[in-house]
Protein backbone atom coordinates (compact mmCIF):
# COMPACT_ATOMS: atom_id res chain seq x y z
CA UNK A 1 0.00 0.00 0.00
CA UNK A 2 1.21 3.58 -0.70
CA UNK A 3 2.22 5.76 2.11
CA UNK A 4 -0.03 8.17 2.51
CA UNK A 5 0.36 11.73 1.09
CA UNK A 6 0.67 14.82 3.28
CA UNK A 7 -2.94 16.04 2.28
CA UNK A 8 -4.39 13.08 2.66
CA UNK A 9 -2.74 12.71 6.64
CA UNK A 10 -3.65 16.32 7.25
CA UNK A 11 -7.24 15.94 5.84
CA UNK A 12 -7.80 12.82 8.39
CA UNK A 13 -6.26 13.63 11.59
CA UNK A 14 -6.75 17.49 11.12
CA UNK A 15 -7.58 18.15 14.28
CA UNK A 16 -4.02 17.25 15.67
CA UNK A 17 -2.66 20.39 13.16
CA UNK A 18 -5.23 22.33 14.67
CA UNK A 19 -4.38 21.90 17.86
CA UNK A 20 -1.06 21.99 17.35
CA UNK A 21 -1.20 25.40 15.63
CA UNK A 22 -3.44 26.63 18.20
CA UNK A 23 -1.16 25.90 21.38
CA UNK A 24 1.91 27.39 19.15
CA UNK A 25 0.26 30.89 18.79
CA UNK A 26 -0.54 30.67 22.44
CA UNK A 27 2.68 29.66 23.28
CA UNK A 28 4.34 32.01 21.12
CA UNK A 29 1.74 35.07 21.92
CA UNK A 30 1.30 34.94 25.83
CA UNK A 31 5.09 34.99 27.47
CA UNK A 32 6.56 38.59 27.17
CA UNK A 33 10.26 38.24 25.41
CA UNK A 34 13.16 39.15 27.53
CA UNK A 35 14.90 42.21 27.14
CA UNK A 36 17.93 42.54 25.63
CA UNK A 37 20.42 44.62 24.01
CA UNK A 38 20.32 45.45 20.74
CA UNK A 39 23.78 46.21 19.76
CA UNK A 40 26.71 44.44 21.26
CA UNK A 41 30.56 45.08 21.31
CA UNK A 42 33.14 42.13 21.00
CA UNK A 43 36.73 43.25 21.73
CA UNK A 44 39.87 40.89 19.99
CA UNK A 45 43.66 41.88 19.11
CA UNK A 46 44.73 41.87 15.96
CA UNK A 47 48.97 40.91 15.51
CA UNK A 48 51.20 40.67 12.23
CA UNK A 49 54.53 39.71 11.88
CA UNK A 50 56.53 40.61 8.39
CA UNK A 51 59.76 39.04 6.79
CA UNK A 52 61.56 40.06 3.88
CA UNK A 53 63.54 36.86 1.78
CA UNK A 54 66.76 37.58 1.88
CA UNK A 55 68.13 37.41 -1.41
CA UNK A 56 65.24 37.43 -3.78
CA UNK A 57 67.59 37.13 -7.07
CA UNK A 58 68.61 33.96 -6.48
CA UNK A 59 65.13 32.17 -4.55
CA UNK A 60 64.46 30.61 -7.97
CA UNK A 61 67.90 27.85 -7.72
CA UNK A 62 67.11 27.12 -3.92
CA UNK A 63 65.80 23.86 -2.65
CA UNK A 64 62.07 25.53 -1.47
CA UNK A 65 60.36 27.82 -3.71
CA UNK A 66 58.11 30.77 -2.47
CA UNK A 67 55.16 28.74 -3.88
CA UNK A 68 55.58 26.05 -0.47
CA UNK A 69 56.21 28.68 2.37
CA UNK A 70 53.02 29.55 2.93
CA UNK A 71 51.95 25.47 3.10
CA UNK A 72 54.65 24.42 5.15
CA UNK A 73 53.96 27.53 7.52
CA UNK A 74 50.01 25.97 7.92
CA UNK A 75 50.77 22.13 7.99
CA UNK A 76 53.44 19.50 9.17
CA UNK A 77 56.08 20.02 10.90
CA UNK A 78 55.91 23.93 11.52
CA UNK A 79 52.22 23.96 13.49
CA UNK A 80 53.67 20.76 15.78
CA UNK A 81 56.54 23.09 17.27
CA UNK A 82 54.33 25.71 17.86
CA UNK A 83 52.20 24.00 19.54
CA UNK A 84 54.90 22.42 21.44
CA UNK A 85 55.69 25.91 22.17
CA UNK A 86 52.59 27.84 23.38
CA UNK A 87 51.77 24.78 25.10
CA UNK A 88 48.31 24.68 23.22
CA UNK A 89 46.37 21.09 24.14
CA UNK A 90 44.44 21.06 20.64
CA UNK A 91 44.85 20.21 17.62
CA UNK A 92 48.14 21.64 15.85
CA UNK A 93 45.62 21.93 12.65
CA UNK A 94 43.47 23.55 14.79
CA UNK A 95 45.86 26.24 15.67
CA UNK A 96 47.06 26.61 12.17
CA UNK A 97 43.79 27.67 10.94
CA UNK A 98 43.83 30.78 13.26
CA UNK A 99 47.09 32.14 11.10
CA UNK A 100 46.46 33.59 7.61
CA UNK A 101 50.31 33.48 5.98
CA UNK A 102 50.91 35.42 2.80
CA UNK A 103 53.92 35.76 0.64
CA UNK A 104 54.42 38.78 -1.96
CA UNK A 105 56.17 37.89 -4.74
CA UNK A 106 56.71 41.38 -5.94
CA UNK A 107 59.13 42.51 -2.70
CA UNK A 108 59.42 39.60 -0.98
CA UNK A 109 57.30 39.86 2.15
CA UNK A 110 56.05 37.26 3.84
CA UNK A 111 53.47 38.15 6.38
CA UNK A 112 51.70 36.22 9.59
CA UNK A 113 48.47 37.71 10.71
CA UNK A 114 46.67 36.55 13.67
CA UNK A 115 43.02 37.60 15.35
CA UNK A 116 42.97 36.05 18.90
CA UNK A 117 40.88 37.08 22.09
CA UNK A 118 43.89 38.64 24.50
CA UNK A 119 46.82 40.59 23.24
CA UNK A 120 49.28 37.95 24.43
CA UNK A 121 47.93 35.55 22.55
CA UNK A 122 47.66 37.43 19.01
CA UNK A 123 51.36 38.13 19.61
CA UNK A 124 52.82 34.59 21.20
CA UNK A 125 50.96 32.84 17.37
CA UNK A 126 52.43 35.22 15.21
CA UNK A 127 55.84 35.20 16.22
CA UNK A 128 55.80 31.71 17.04
CA UNK A 129 54.81 31.30 13.12
CA UNK A 130 57.49 33.10 12.12
CA UNK A 131 59.96 31.71 14.30
CA UNK A 132 59.73 28.16 13.58
CA UNK A 133 58.85 28.38 9.80
CA UNK A 134 62.23 30.68 9.01
CA UNK A 135 64.25 27.72 11.23
CA UNK A 136 62.84 25.13 9.40
CA UNK A 137 63.29 26.15 5.75
CA UNK A 138 67.13 26.14 6.91
CA UNK A 139 67.02 22.36 7.96
CA UNK A 140 65.02 21.40 5.64
CA UNK A 141 67.07 23.02 2.83
CA UNK A 142 70.30 22.18 4.54
CA UNK A 143 69.07 18.35 4.54
CA UNK A 144 67.98 18.62 1.07
CA UNK A 145 71.65 20.00 0.06
CA UNK A 146 73.40 17.46 2.28
CA UNK A 147 71.27 14.70 0.37
CA UNK A 148 71.80 15.92 -3.26
CA UNK A 149 75.90 16.73 -2.41
CA UNK A 150 76.12 12.42 -1.54
CA UNK A 151 73.93 11.38 -3.98
CA UNK A 152 75.88 13.44 -6.47
CA UNK A 153 79.66 11.45 -4.74
CA UNK A 154 78.14 8.45 -5.09
CA UNK A 155 77.42 8.64 -8.83
CA UNK A 156 81.39 9.82 -9.47
CA UNK A 157 82.67 6.81 -7.70
CA UNK A 158 80.16 4.79 -9.62
CA UNK A 159 81.22 6.18 -12.52
CA UNK A 160 85.06 5.69 -12.21
CA UNK A 161 84.73 2.64 -11.46
CA UNK A 162 83.23 1.91 -14.52
CA UNK A 163 86.08 3.93 -16.30
CA UNK A 164 88.76 2.38 -14.29
CA UNK A 165 86.94 -1.29 -16.06
CA UNK A 166 86.82 -0.26 -19.32
CA UNK A 167 90.51 1.09 -19.27
CA UNK A 168 91.68 -2.24 -18.16
CA UNK A 169 89.65 -4.20 -21.15
CA UNK A 170 90.73 -1.95 -23.93
CA UNK A 171 94.06 -2.17 -22.96
CA UNK A 172 93.82 -6.30 -24.19
CA UNK A 173 92.08 -4.85 -26.86
CA UNK A 174 93.04 -1.31 -28.13
CA UNK A 175 90.90 -2.01 -31.51
CA UNK A 176 87.76 -2.95 -30.31
CA UNK A 177 85.46 -0.46 -31.35
CA UNK A 178 82.34 -1.51 -28.50
CA UNK A 179 84.79 -0.86 -26.08
CA UNK A 180 85.82 2.37 -26.73
CA UNK A 181 82.27 3.79 -27.95
CA UNK A 182 81.37 2.71 -24.09
CA UNK A 183 84.59 4.68 -22.94
CA UNK A 184 83.84 7.42 -24.34
CA UNK A 185 79.99 7.49 -23.35
CA UNK A 186 80.93 6.79 -19.75
CA UNK A 187 83.76 9.60 -20.42
CA UNK A 188 81.26 12.23 -20.66
CA UNK A 189 78.66 10.91 -18.38
CA UNK A 190 81.40 11.54 -15.54
CA UNK A 191 82.22 15.15 -17.13
CA UNK A 192 78.63 15.94 -16.31
CA UNK A 193 78.60 14.05 -13.39
CA UNK A 194 81.96 16.09 -11.76
CA UNK A 195 80.47 19.67 -13.18
CA UNK A 196 77.44 19.11 -10.95
CA UNK A 197 79.34 18.06 -7.68
CA UNK A 198 81.46 21.18 -8.39
CA UNK A 199 78.72 23.08 -8.75
CA UNK A 200 77.39 22.31 -5.09
CA UNK A 201 80.49 22.11 -3.42
CA UNK A 202 80.46 26.26 -3.91
CA UNK A 203 77.92 27.79 -1.28
CA UNK A 204 74.05 26.63 -2.22
CA UNK A 205 71.22 29.03 -2.89
CA UNK A 206 68.95 29.11 0.06
CA UNK A 207 65.17 30.56 0.77
CA UNK A 208 65.44 32.47 4.13
CA UNK A 209 64.04 35.40 5.38
CA UNK A 210 64.62 37.77 7.96
CA UNK A 211 62.70 39.60 10.11
CA UNK A 212 61.01 43.23 9.02
CA UNK A 213 58.61 43.89 12.40
CA UNK A 214 57.93 41.29 14.91
CA UNK A 215 53.93 41.35 15.97
CA UNK A 216 52.38 44.09 17.73
CA UNK A 217 48.39 43.53 19.38
CA UNK A 218 45.92 45.96 17.96
CA UNK A 219 42.80 45.98 19.27
CA UNK A 220 39.63 45.53 17.37
CA UNK A 221 36.46 46.70 18.85
CA UNK A 222 33.39 45.35 16.70
CA UNK A 223 29.76 45.31 17.03
CA UNK A 224 26.83 43.26 16.18
CA UNK A 225 22.91 43.61 16.71
CA UNK A 226 21.11 41.02 19.28
CA UNK A 227 18.82 38.62 18.58
CA UNK A 228 15.22 39.17 20.01
CA UNK A 229 11.72 38.25 19.81
CA UNK A 230 9.20 40.78 18.01
CA UNK A 231 7.30 42.75 19.99
CA UNK A 232 4.02 42.38 18.73
CA UNK A 233 2.12 39.42 20.21
CA UNK A 234 0.07 39.22 16.89
CA UNK A 235 3.64 38.77 15.19
CA UNK A 236 4.61 36.20 17.73
CA UNK A 237 1.53 34.28 17.74
CA UNK A 238 1.61 33.73 14.13
CA UNK A 239 5.24 32.72 14.32
CA UNK A 240 4.02 30.28 17.03
CA UNK A 241 1.33 29.40 14.60
CA UNK A 242 3.44 27.94 11.88
CA UNK A 243 5.91 26.29 13.80
CA UNK A 244 2.80 24.67 15.30
CA UNK A 245 1.25 23.72 11.84
CA UNK A 246 4.60 22.12 10.69
CA UNK A 247 4.95 20.36 13.60
CA UNK A 248 1.69 18.85 13.06
CA UNK A 249 2.29 17.94 9.91
CA UNK A 250 4.86 16.27 10.32
CA UNK A 251 3.51 14.27 13.32
CA UNK A 252 0.08 13.08 10.91
CA UNK A 253 2.13 12.57 8.13
CA UNK A 254 4.56 9.86 10.82
CA UNK A 255 1.11 8.47 12.30
CA UNK A 256 -0.03 7.87 9.32
CA UNK A 257 2.89 5.71 8.52
CA UNK A 258 2.71 3.84 11.40
CA UNK A 259 -1.03 3.31 11.18
CA UNK A 260 -2.19 0.04 9.97
CA UNK A 261 -5.75 0.56 9.93
CA UNK A 262 -7.95 1.45 7.05
CA UNK A 263 -9.06 4.95 6.89
CA UNK A 264 -11.01 5.62 3.72
CA UNK A 265 -12.75 3.65 0.96
CA UNK A 266 -10.11 3.23 -1.59
CA UNK A 267 -7.76 2.29 1.12
CA UNK A 268 -9.89 -0.35 1.66
CA UNK A 269 -10.56 -1.42 -1.85
CA UNK A 270 -6.78 -1.10 -2.54
CA UNK A 271 -6.09 -3.88 -0.11
CA UNK A 272 -9.05 -6.23 -0.52
CA UNK A 273 -8.48 -5.59 -4.36
CA UNK A 274 -11.40 -4.66 -5.58
CA UNK A 275 -14.53 -2.63 -5.28
CA UNK A 276 -16.47 -1.66 -2.76
CA UNK A 277 -20.09 -2.22 -3.67
CA UNK A 278 -21.98 -0.94 -0.78
CA UNK A 279 -21.42 1.31 1.68
CA UNK A 280 -23.25 1.20 5.43
CA UNK A 281 -23.43 4.52 6.83
CA UNK A 282 -22.37 5.98 10.43
CA UNK A 283 -25.65 7.86 10.61
CA UNK A 284 -27.52 9.53 13.45
CA UNK A 285 -30.60 7.44 14.50
CA UNK A 286 -32.41 6.16 17.40
CA UNK A 287 -31.15 3.29 17.76
CA UNK A 288 -33.65 -0.30 19.46
CA UNK A 289 -31.11 -2.52 18.49
CA UNK A 290 -29.06 -3.48 15.56
CA UNK A 291 -32.06 -4.61 13.57
CA UNK A 292 -32.77 -1.19 11.72
CA UNK A 293 -34.43 -2.78 8.62
CA UNK A 294 -37.97 -2.83 9.51
CA UNK A 295 -41.19 -2.34 7.67
CA UNK A 296 -41.97 1.47 7.01
CA UNK A 297 -38.61 3.30 8.11
CA UNK A 298 -36.69 4.63 5.51
CA UNK A 299 -32.91 6.08 6.13
CA UNK A 300 -29.65 6.12 5.08
CA UNK A 301 -29.07 3.58 7.30
CA UNK A 302 -31.65 0.87 6.86
CA UNK A 303 -31.81 1.43 2.71
CA UNK A 304 -27.82 0.42 2.25
CA UNK A 305 -29.36 -2.70 3.98
CA UNK A 306 -31.23 -2.59 1.10
CA UNK A 307 -28.86 -1.50 -1.58
CA UNK A 308 -27.26 -4.87 -0.07
CA UNK A 309 -30.29 -6.96 -0.77
CA UNK A 310 -30.37 -5.86 -4.12
CA UNK A 311 -26.86 -6.54 -4.99
CA UNK A 312 -26.94 -9.60 -3.68
CA UNK A 313 -29.62 -10.81 -5.58
CA UNK A 314 -28.41 -9.60 -8.62
CA UNK A 315 -25.39 -11.46 -8.21
CA UNK A 316 -27.82 -14.48 -7.35
CA UNK A 317 -29.64 -14.02 -10.36
CA UNK A 318 -26.19 -14.62 -12.61
CA UNK A 319 -25.68 -17.70 -10.83
CA UNK A 320 -26.81 -21.37 -12.10
CA UNK A 321 -30.27 -22.47 -11.26
CA UNK A 322 -30.76 -24.31 -7.72
CA UNK A 323 -33.52 -25.75 -6.11
CA UNK A 324 -32.81 -24.79 -2.84
CA UNK A 325 -32.44 -21.39 -0.66
CA UNK A 326 -29.40 -19.30 -1.91
CA UNK A 327 -26.69 -19.00 1.04
CA UNK A 328 -24.92 -16.15 1.71
CA UNK A 329 -21.55 -15.73 4.09
CA UNK A 330 -21.28 -13.02 6.02
CA UNK A 331 -17.46 -12.49 7.11
CA UNK A 332 -14.87 -9.71 8.35
CA UNK A 333 -11.11 -10.07 8.81
CA UNK A 334 -11.73 -9.20 12.63
CA UNK A 335 -14.08 -8.49 15.06
CA UNK A 336 -16.27 -5.48 15.52
CA UNK A 337 -16.63 -4.53 11.84
CA UNK A 338 -20.05 -4.56 11.77
CA UNK A 339 -20.80 -8.17 10.44
CA UNK A 340 -23.45 -9.41 12.75
CA UNK A 341 -25.09 -6.66 12.38
CA UNK A 342 -25.21 -6.52 8.75
CA UNK A 343 -26.11 -10.60 8.41
CA UNK A 344 -29.14 -9.39 10.59
CA UNK A 345 -30.20 -6.73 8.41
CA UNK A 346 -29.57 -8.50 5.03
CA UNK A 347 -31.61 -11.34 6.42
CA UNK A 348 -34.54 -8.76 7.73
CA UNK A 349 -34.04 -7.17 3.74
CA UNK A 350 -34.49 -10.15 2.12
CA UNK A 351 -38.13 -10.58 4.39
CA UNK A 352 -38.74 -7.68 3.00
CA UNK A 353 -39.34 -8.82 -0.35
CA UNK A 354 -41.26 -12.11 0.86
CA UNK A 355 -38.42 -14.40 1.13
CA UNK A 356 -38.43 -16.95 4.07
CA UNK A 357 -35.31 -15.72 5.86
CA UNK A 358 -33.09 -18.30 8.57
CA UNK A 359 -30.16 -16.11 10.03
CA UNK A 360 -27.65 -18.42 10.53
CA UNK A 361 -25.20 -17.71 13.80
CA UNK A 362 -21.52 -19.30 13.15
CA UNK A 363 -19.82 -16.93 15.99
CA UNK A 364 -19.78 -19.36 18.68
CA UNK A 365 -17.53 -17.61 20.87
CA UNK A 366 -19.06 -14.57 20.67
CA UNK A 367 -22.65 -15.01 19.66
CA UNK A 368 -24.63 -11.94 19.00
CA UNK A 369 -27.19 -12.58 16.23
CA UNK A 370 -29.85 -13.31 18.63
CA UNK A 371 -29.86 -10.14 20.42
CA UNK A 372 -29.30 -7.89 17.63
CA UNK A 373 -32.61 -9.73 15.94
CA UNK A 374 -34.64 -9.69 19.25
CA UNK A 375 -32.91 -8.00 21.57
CA UNK A 376 -32.55 -11.37 23.71
CA UNK A 377 -30.01 -13.82 23.77
CA UNK A 378 -30.83 -17.05 21.80
CA UNK A 379 -33.37 -19.13 24.30
CA UNK A 380 -32.15 -22.62 26.16
CA UNK A 381 -32.10 -25.00 23.84
CA UNK A 382 -34.11 -28.59 24.29
CA UNK A 383 -32.29 -31.03 22.71
CA UNK A 384 -28.00 -31.67 22.92
CA UNK A 385 -25.46 -31.28 20.09
CA UNK A 386 -25.50 -35.34 19.72
CA UNK A 387 -29.50 -35.20 19.09
CA UNK A 388 -28.99 -32.16 16.21
CA UNK A 389 -28.81 -35.59 13.32
CA UNK A 390 -32.22 -36.89 14.30
CA UNK A 391 -34.27 -33.48 14.68
CA UNK A 392 -35.76 -32.29 11.78
CA UNK A 393 -34.32 -28.50 10.39
CA UNK A 394 -37.38 -26.53 11.02
CA UNK A 395 -37.70 -27.64 14.71
CA UNK A 396 -33.95 -26.18 15.79
CA UNK A 397 -35.03 -22.84 14.57
CA UNK A 398 -35.88 -19.92 17.10
CA UNK A 399 -38.74 -17.25 16.29
CA UNK A 400 -38.17 -13.99 15.88
CA UNK A 401 -41.36 -11.13 15.95
CA UNK A 402 -41.55 -11.84 11.98
CA UNK A 403 -42.92 -15.09 11.22
CA UNK A 404 -40.93 -14.84 7.69
CA UNK A 405 -37.37 -14.62 9.74
CA UNK A 406 -36.26 -17.44 11.62
CA UNK A 407 -33.01 -17.94 13.38
CA UNK A 408 -30.56 -21.05 13.77
CA UNK A 409 -28.01 -20.56 16.81
CA UNK A 410 -26.68 -23.62 18.87
CA UNK A 411 -24.78 -21.06 21.24
CA UNK A 412 -24.21 -23.06 24.50
CA UNK A 413 -24.35 -26.45 23.39
CA UNK A 414 -20.89 -27.15 22.75
CA UNK A 415 -17.56 -26.32 21.58
CA UNK A 416 -17.20 -23.88 19.23
CA UNK A 417 -15.41 -25.86 16.44
CA UNK A 418 -17.75 -28.86 17.06
CA UNK A 419 -21.13 -26.51 16.88
CA UNK A 420 -19.80 -24.90 13.51
CA UNK A 421 -19.39 -28.98 11.49
CA UNK A 422 -23.17 -29.44 12.98
CA UNK A 423 -24.20 -26.46 11.93
CA UNK A 424 -22.31 -26.68 8.46
CA UNK A 425 -24.40 -30.17 8.13
CA UNK A 426 -28.17 -28.51 9.06
CA UNK A 427 -27.43 -25.64 6.68
CA UNK A 428 -28.07 -27.82 3.27
CA UNK A 429 -31.06 -29.03 4.90
CA UNK A 430 -32.59 -25.87 5.61
CA UNK A 431 -32.00 -24.43 2.03
CA UNK A 432 -34.60 -27.26 0.88
CA UNK A 433 -37.02 -25.89 3.51
CA UNK A 434 -36.13 -22.07 2.99
CA UNK A 435 -35.74 -19.22 0.26
CA UNK A 436 -32.81 -17.54 1.50
CA UNK A 437 -30.25 -18.33 4.21
CA UNK A 438 -27.60 -15.78 5.91
CA UNK A 439 -24.75 -16.31 7.73
CA UNK A 440 -22.88 -14.80 10.23
CA UNK A 441 -19.28 -16.09 11.03
CA UNK A 442 -16.85 -15.70 13.34
CA UNK A 443 -13.47 -13.47 12.24
CA UNK A 444 -11.86 -14.90 8.81
CA UNK A 445 -8.17 -13.28 9.94
CA UNK A 446 -8.29 -14.92 13.77
CA UNK A 447 -10.17 -18.37 13.75
CA UNK A 448 -10.47 -21.22 11.52
CA UNK A 449 -13.85 -21.45 12.31
CA UNK A 450 -15.65 -19.81 8.66
CA UNK A 451 -13.54 -21.78 6.57
CA UNK A 452 -16.05 -24.94 7.13
CA UNK A 453 -18.74 -22.76 5.73
CA UNK A 454 -16.90 -21.20 2.90
CA UNK A 455 -17.62 -24.40 0.66
CA UNK A 456 -21.51 -23.78 1.04
CA UNK A 457 -21.72 -20.39 0.34
CA UNK A 458 -22.79 -19.00 -2.90
CA UNK A 459 -21.95 -15.60 -2.59
CA UNK A 460 -19.47 -14.24 0.30
CA UNK A 461 -19.90 -10.54 1.84
CA UNK A 462 -16.94 -9.41 3.37
CA UNK A 463 -17.12 -6.36 5.30
CA UNK A 464 -14.24 -3.99 6.45
CA UNK A 465 -14.98 -0.90 9.09
CA UNK A 466 -13.30 2.30 8.59
CA UNK A 467 -10.84 2.97 11.56
CA UNK A 468 -11.14 -0.82 12.51
CA UNK A 469 -10.06 -3.36 9.92
CA UNK A 470 -6.84 -4.28 9.64
CA UNK A 471 -4.10 -4.15 7.13
CA UNK A 472 -2.33 -7.11 7.37
CA UNK A 473 -5.69 -8.98 8.31
CA UNK A 474 -7.45 -7.61 5.18
CA UNK A 475 -5.17 -8.85 3.23
CA UNK A 476 -4.96 -12.23 4.90
CA UNK A 477 -8.48 -12.79 4.64
CA UNK A 478 -8.86 -12.52 0.75
CA UNK A 479 -5.80 -14.31 -0.26
CA UNK A 480 -7.76 -17.04 1.71
CA UNK A 481 -11.05 -16.62 0.60
CA UNK A 482 -9.43 -16.10 -3.31
CA UNK A 483 -7.66 -19.95 -2.27
CA UNK A 484 -10.42 -21.63 -1.08
CA UNK A 485 -13.38 -20.25 -3.24
CA UNK A 486 -14.65 -19.53 -7.00
CA UNK A 487 -17.82 -17.43 -5.30
CA UNK A 488 -18.62 -14.12 -5.66
CA UNK A 489 -17.09 -11.86 -3.02
CA UNK A 490 -19.03 -8.98 -2.15
CA UNK A 491 -16.85 -6.31 -0.60
CA UNK A 492 -18.92 -3.93 1.66
CA UNK A 493 -17.58 -0.89 4.10
CA UNK A 494 -19.13 -0.03 7.38
CA UNK A 495 -18.72 3.09 9.04
CA UNK A 496 -18.79 5.68 6.56
CA UNK A 497 -19.31 9.12 7.18
CA UNK A 498 -21.64 10.75 4.50
CA UNK A 499 -23.22 13.70 4.54
CA UNK A 500 -26.65 14.49 5.88
CA UNK A 501 -29.16 14.49 2.91
CA UNK A 502 -32.84 16.06 2.83
CA UNK A 503 -34.28 13.53 0.99
CA UNK A 504 -34.47 11.36 3.82
CA UNK A 505 -35.79 14.86 6.34
CA UNK A 506 -39.48 15.30 4.20
CA UNK A 507 -41.39 13.01 6.68
CA UNK A 508 -40.92 10.50 9.02
CA UNK A 509 -41.21 7.59 7.19
CA UNK A 510 -41.91 5.28 10.91
CA UNK A 511 -45.49 5.67 11.08
CA UNK A 512 -47.39 7.43 13.76
CA UNK A 513 -43.72 8.04 15.68
CA UNK A 514 -43.47 10.94 17.74
CA UNK A 515 -39.40 12.30 18.37
CA UNK A 516 -38.63 13.08 21.83
CA UNK A 517 -35.53 15.15 20.46
CA UNK A 518 -35.43 18.60 18.90
CA UNK A 519 -38.29 18.62 16.20
CA UNK A 520 -38.13 20.17 13.17
CA UNK A 521 -42.02 20.50 11.71
CA UNK A 522 -43.00 20.26 7.95
CA UNK A 523 -42.86 23.98 6.46
CA UNK A 524 -45.43 23.32 3.82
CA UNK A 525 -48.56 25.29 3.37
CA UNK A 526 -50.57 22.79 5.69
CA UNK A 527 -48.16 24.21 8.87
CA UNK A 528 -48.82 27.52 7.51
CA UNK A 529 -52.72 27.25 8.10
CA UNK A 530 -52.35 25.21 11.12
CA UNK A 531 -50.68 28.15 12.56
CA UNK A 532 -52.95 30.78 10.87
CA UNK A 533 -52.08 32.47 7.64
CA UNK A 534 -53.52 35.35 5.75
CA UNK A 535 -56.01 32.75 4.16
CA UNK A 536 -57.66 32.98 7.95
CA UNK A 537 -58.25 28.79 7.90
CA UNK A 538 -57.79 27.52 11.33
CA UNK A 539 -55.86 24.84 12.84
CA UNK A 540 -59.22 22.78 13.11
CA UNK A 541 -60.22 23.05 9.68
CA UNK A 542 -56.86 21.65 8.23
CA UNK A 543 -56.06 19.11 10.63
CA UNK A 544 -58.19 16.33 8.97
CA UNK A 545 -56.47 17.49 5.55
CA UNK A 546 -53.13 16.90 5.85
CA UNK A 547 -51.51 16.85 9.54
CA UNK A 548 -47.97 18.31 9.85
CA UNK A 549 -45.28 15.89 9.25
CA UNK A 550 -42.60 16.26 11.18
CA UNK A 551 -38.85 15.63 9.81
CA UNK A 552 -36.53 12.39 11.04
CA UNK A 553 -34.27 14.24 13.67
CA UNK A 554 -31.98 11.18 15.09
CA UNK A 555 -29.07 10.28 17.47
CA UNK A 556 -25.40 9.78 16.99
CA UNK A 557 -24.89 6.08 17.69
CA UNK A 558 -22.84 3.65 16.28
CA UNK A 559 -24.83 0.74 14.54
CA UNK A 560 -22.27 -1.78 14.72
CA UNK A 561 -21.95 -1.27 18.96
CA UNK A 562 -26.03 -1.51 19.24
CA UNK A 563 -26.35 -4.98 19.43
CA UNK A 564 -23.26 -5.18 21.91
CA UNK A 565 -24.92 -2.75 24.39
CA UNK A 566 -27.00 -5.05 26.94
CA UNK A 567 -28.89 -1.45 27.46
CA UNK A 568 -30.72 -1.96 24.29
CA UNK A 569 -31.84 -5.24 24.86
CA UNK A 570 -35.01 -4.42 25.77
CA UNK A 571 -35.67 -1.67 23.51
CA UNK A 572 -35.17 -4.48 19.91
CA UNK A 573 -38.52 -5.69 19.84
CA UNK A 574 -39.94 -2.47 19.02
Not at 170 to 185: F, I, R, T, Y
Not at 238 to 258: D, N
Not at 402 to 417: K, M, N, R, V, Y
Request: proline fraction near 6%; aromatic fraction near 6%.
Amino acid sequence: MESPSLLDAARRRWWIVLLLAIAGFVLGALPEPAKVDERSEFTTFYARHVMLVNNQESIGDAAVSPDQVALLATAGEVPKRVAEQLGFDGSPAALAAEVTVSYDFSNGALTFETTQPTADRAVAVADAFADNLNAYLIERQDTIYQDRLAASLERLDELELQLDDLTAQLALDPEDPVLNAQLDAISRQYSVAFEQNESLAQSPAILAFTTLERAQAIEQTSESGGLSAPRSRWVRGAMGAVVGTAIGLGLVVLLGLVDRRVRTREQVEAVMGMRARVTIPKVKQEGVGGLVVTRGRHDPLSDSYRTLRNVVGFVQGGLPPAARARITLVVSPGPGEGKTTLAANLGAAFVETGQRTVVVNADFRRPRLARAITGYPVPEHPFAVQDIDGLRPEWLLSKTHDPELSILDFSGLGPATELVLATAKVIPKLAKKCDSIVIDTSPLGLTAEPLELVALADIIVIVARLGQTNIETAQRSMDTLRDLTTAPILLVVTGVTTDKSAYYEYADRRTGERQSRRKRRYKGPERRYAQGDNRGRRASDTASESPPMEALEVEAVDHDQLADDPANAGRAAE
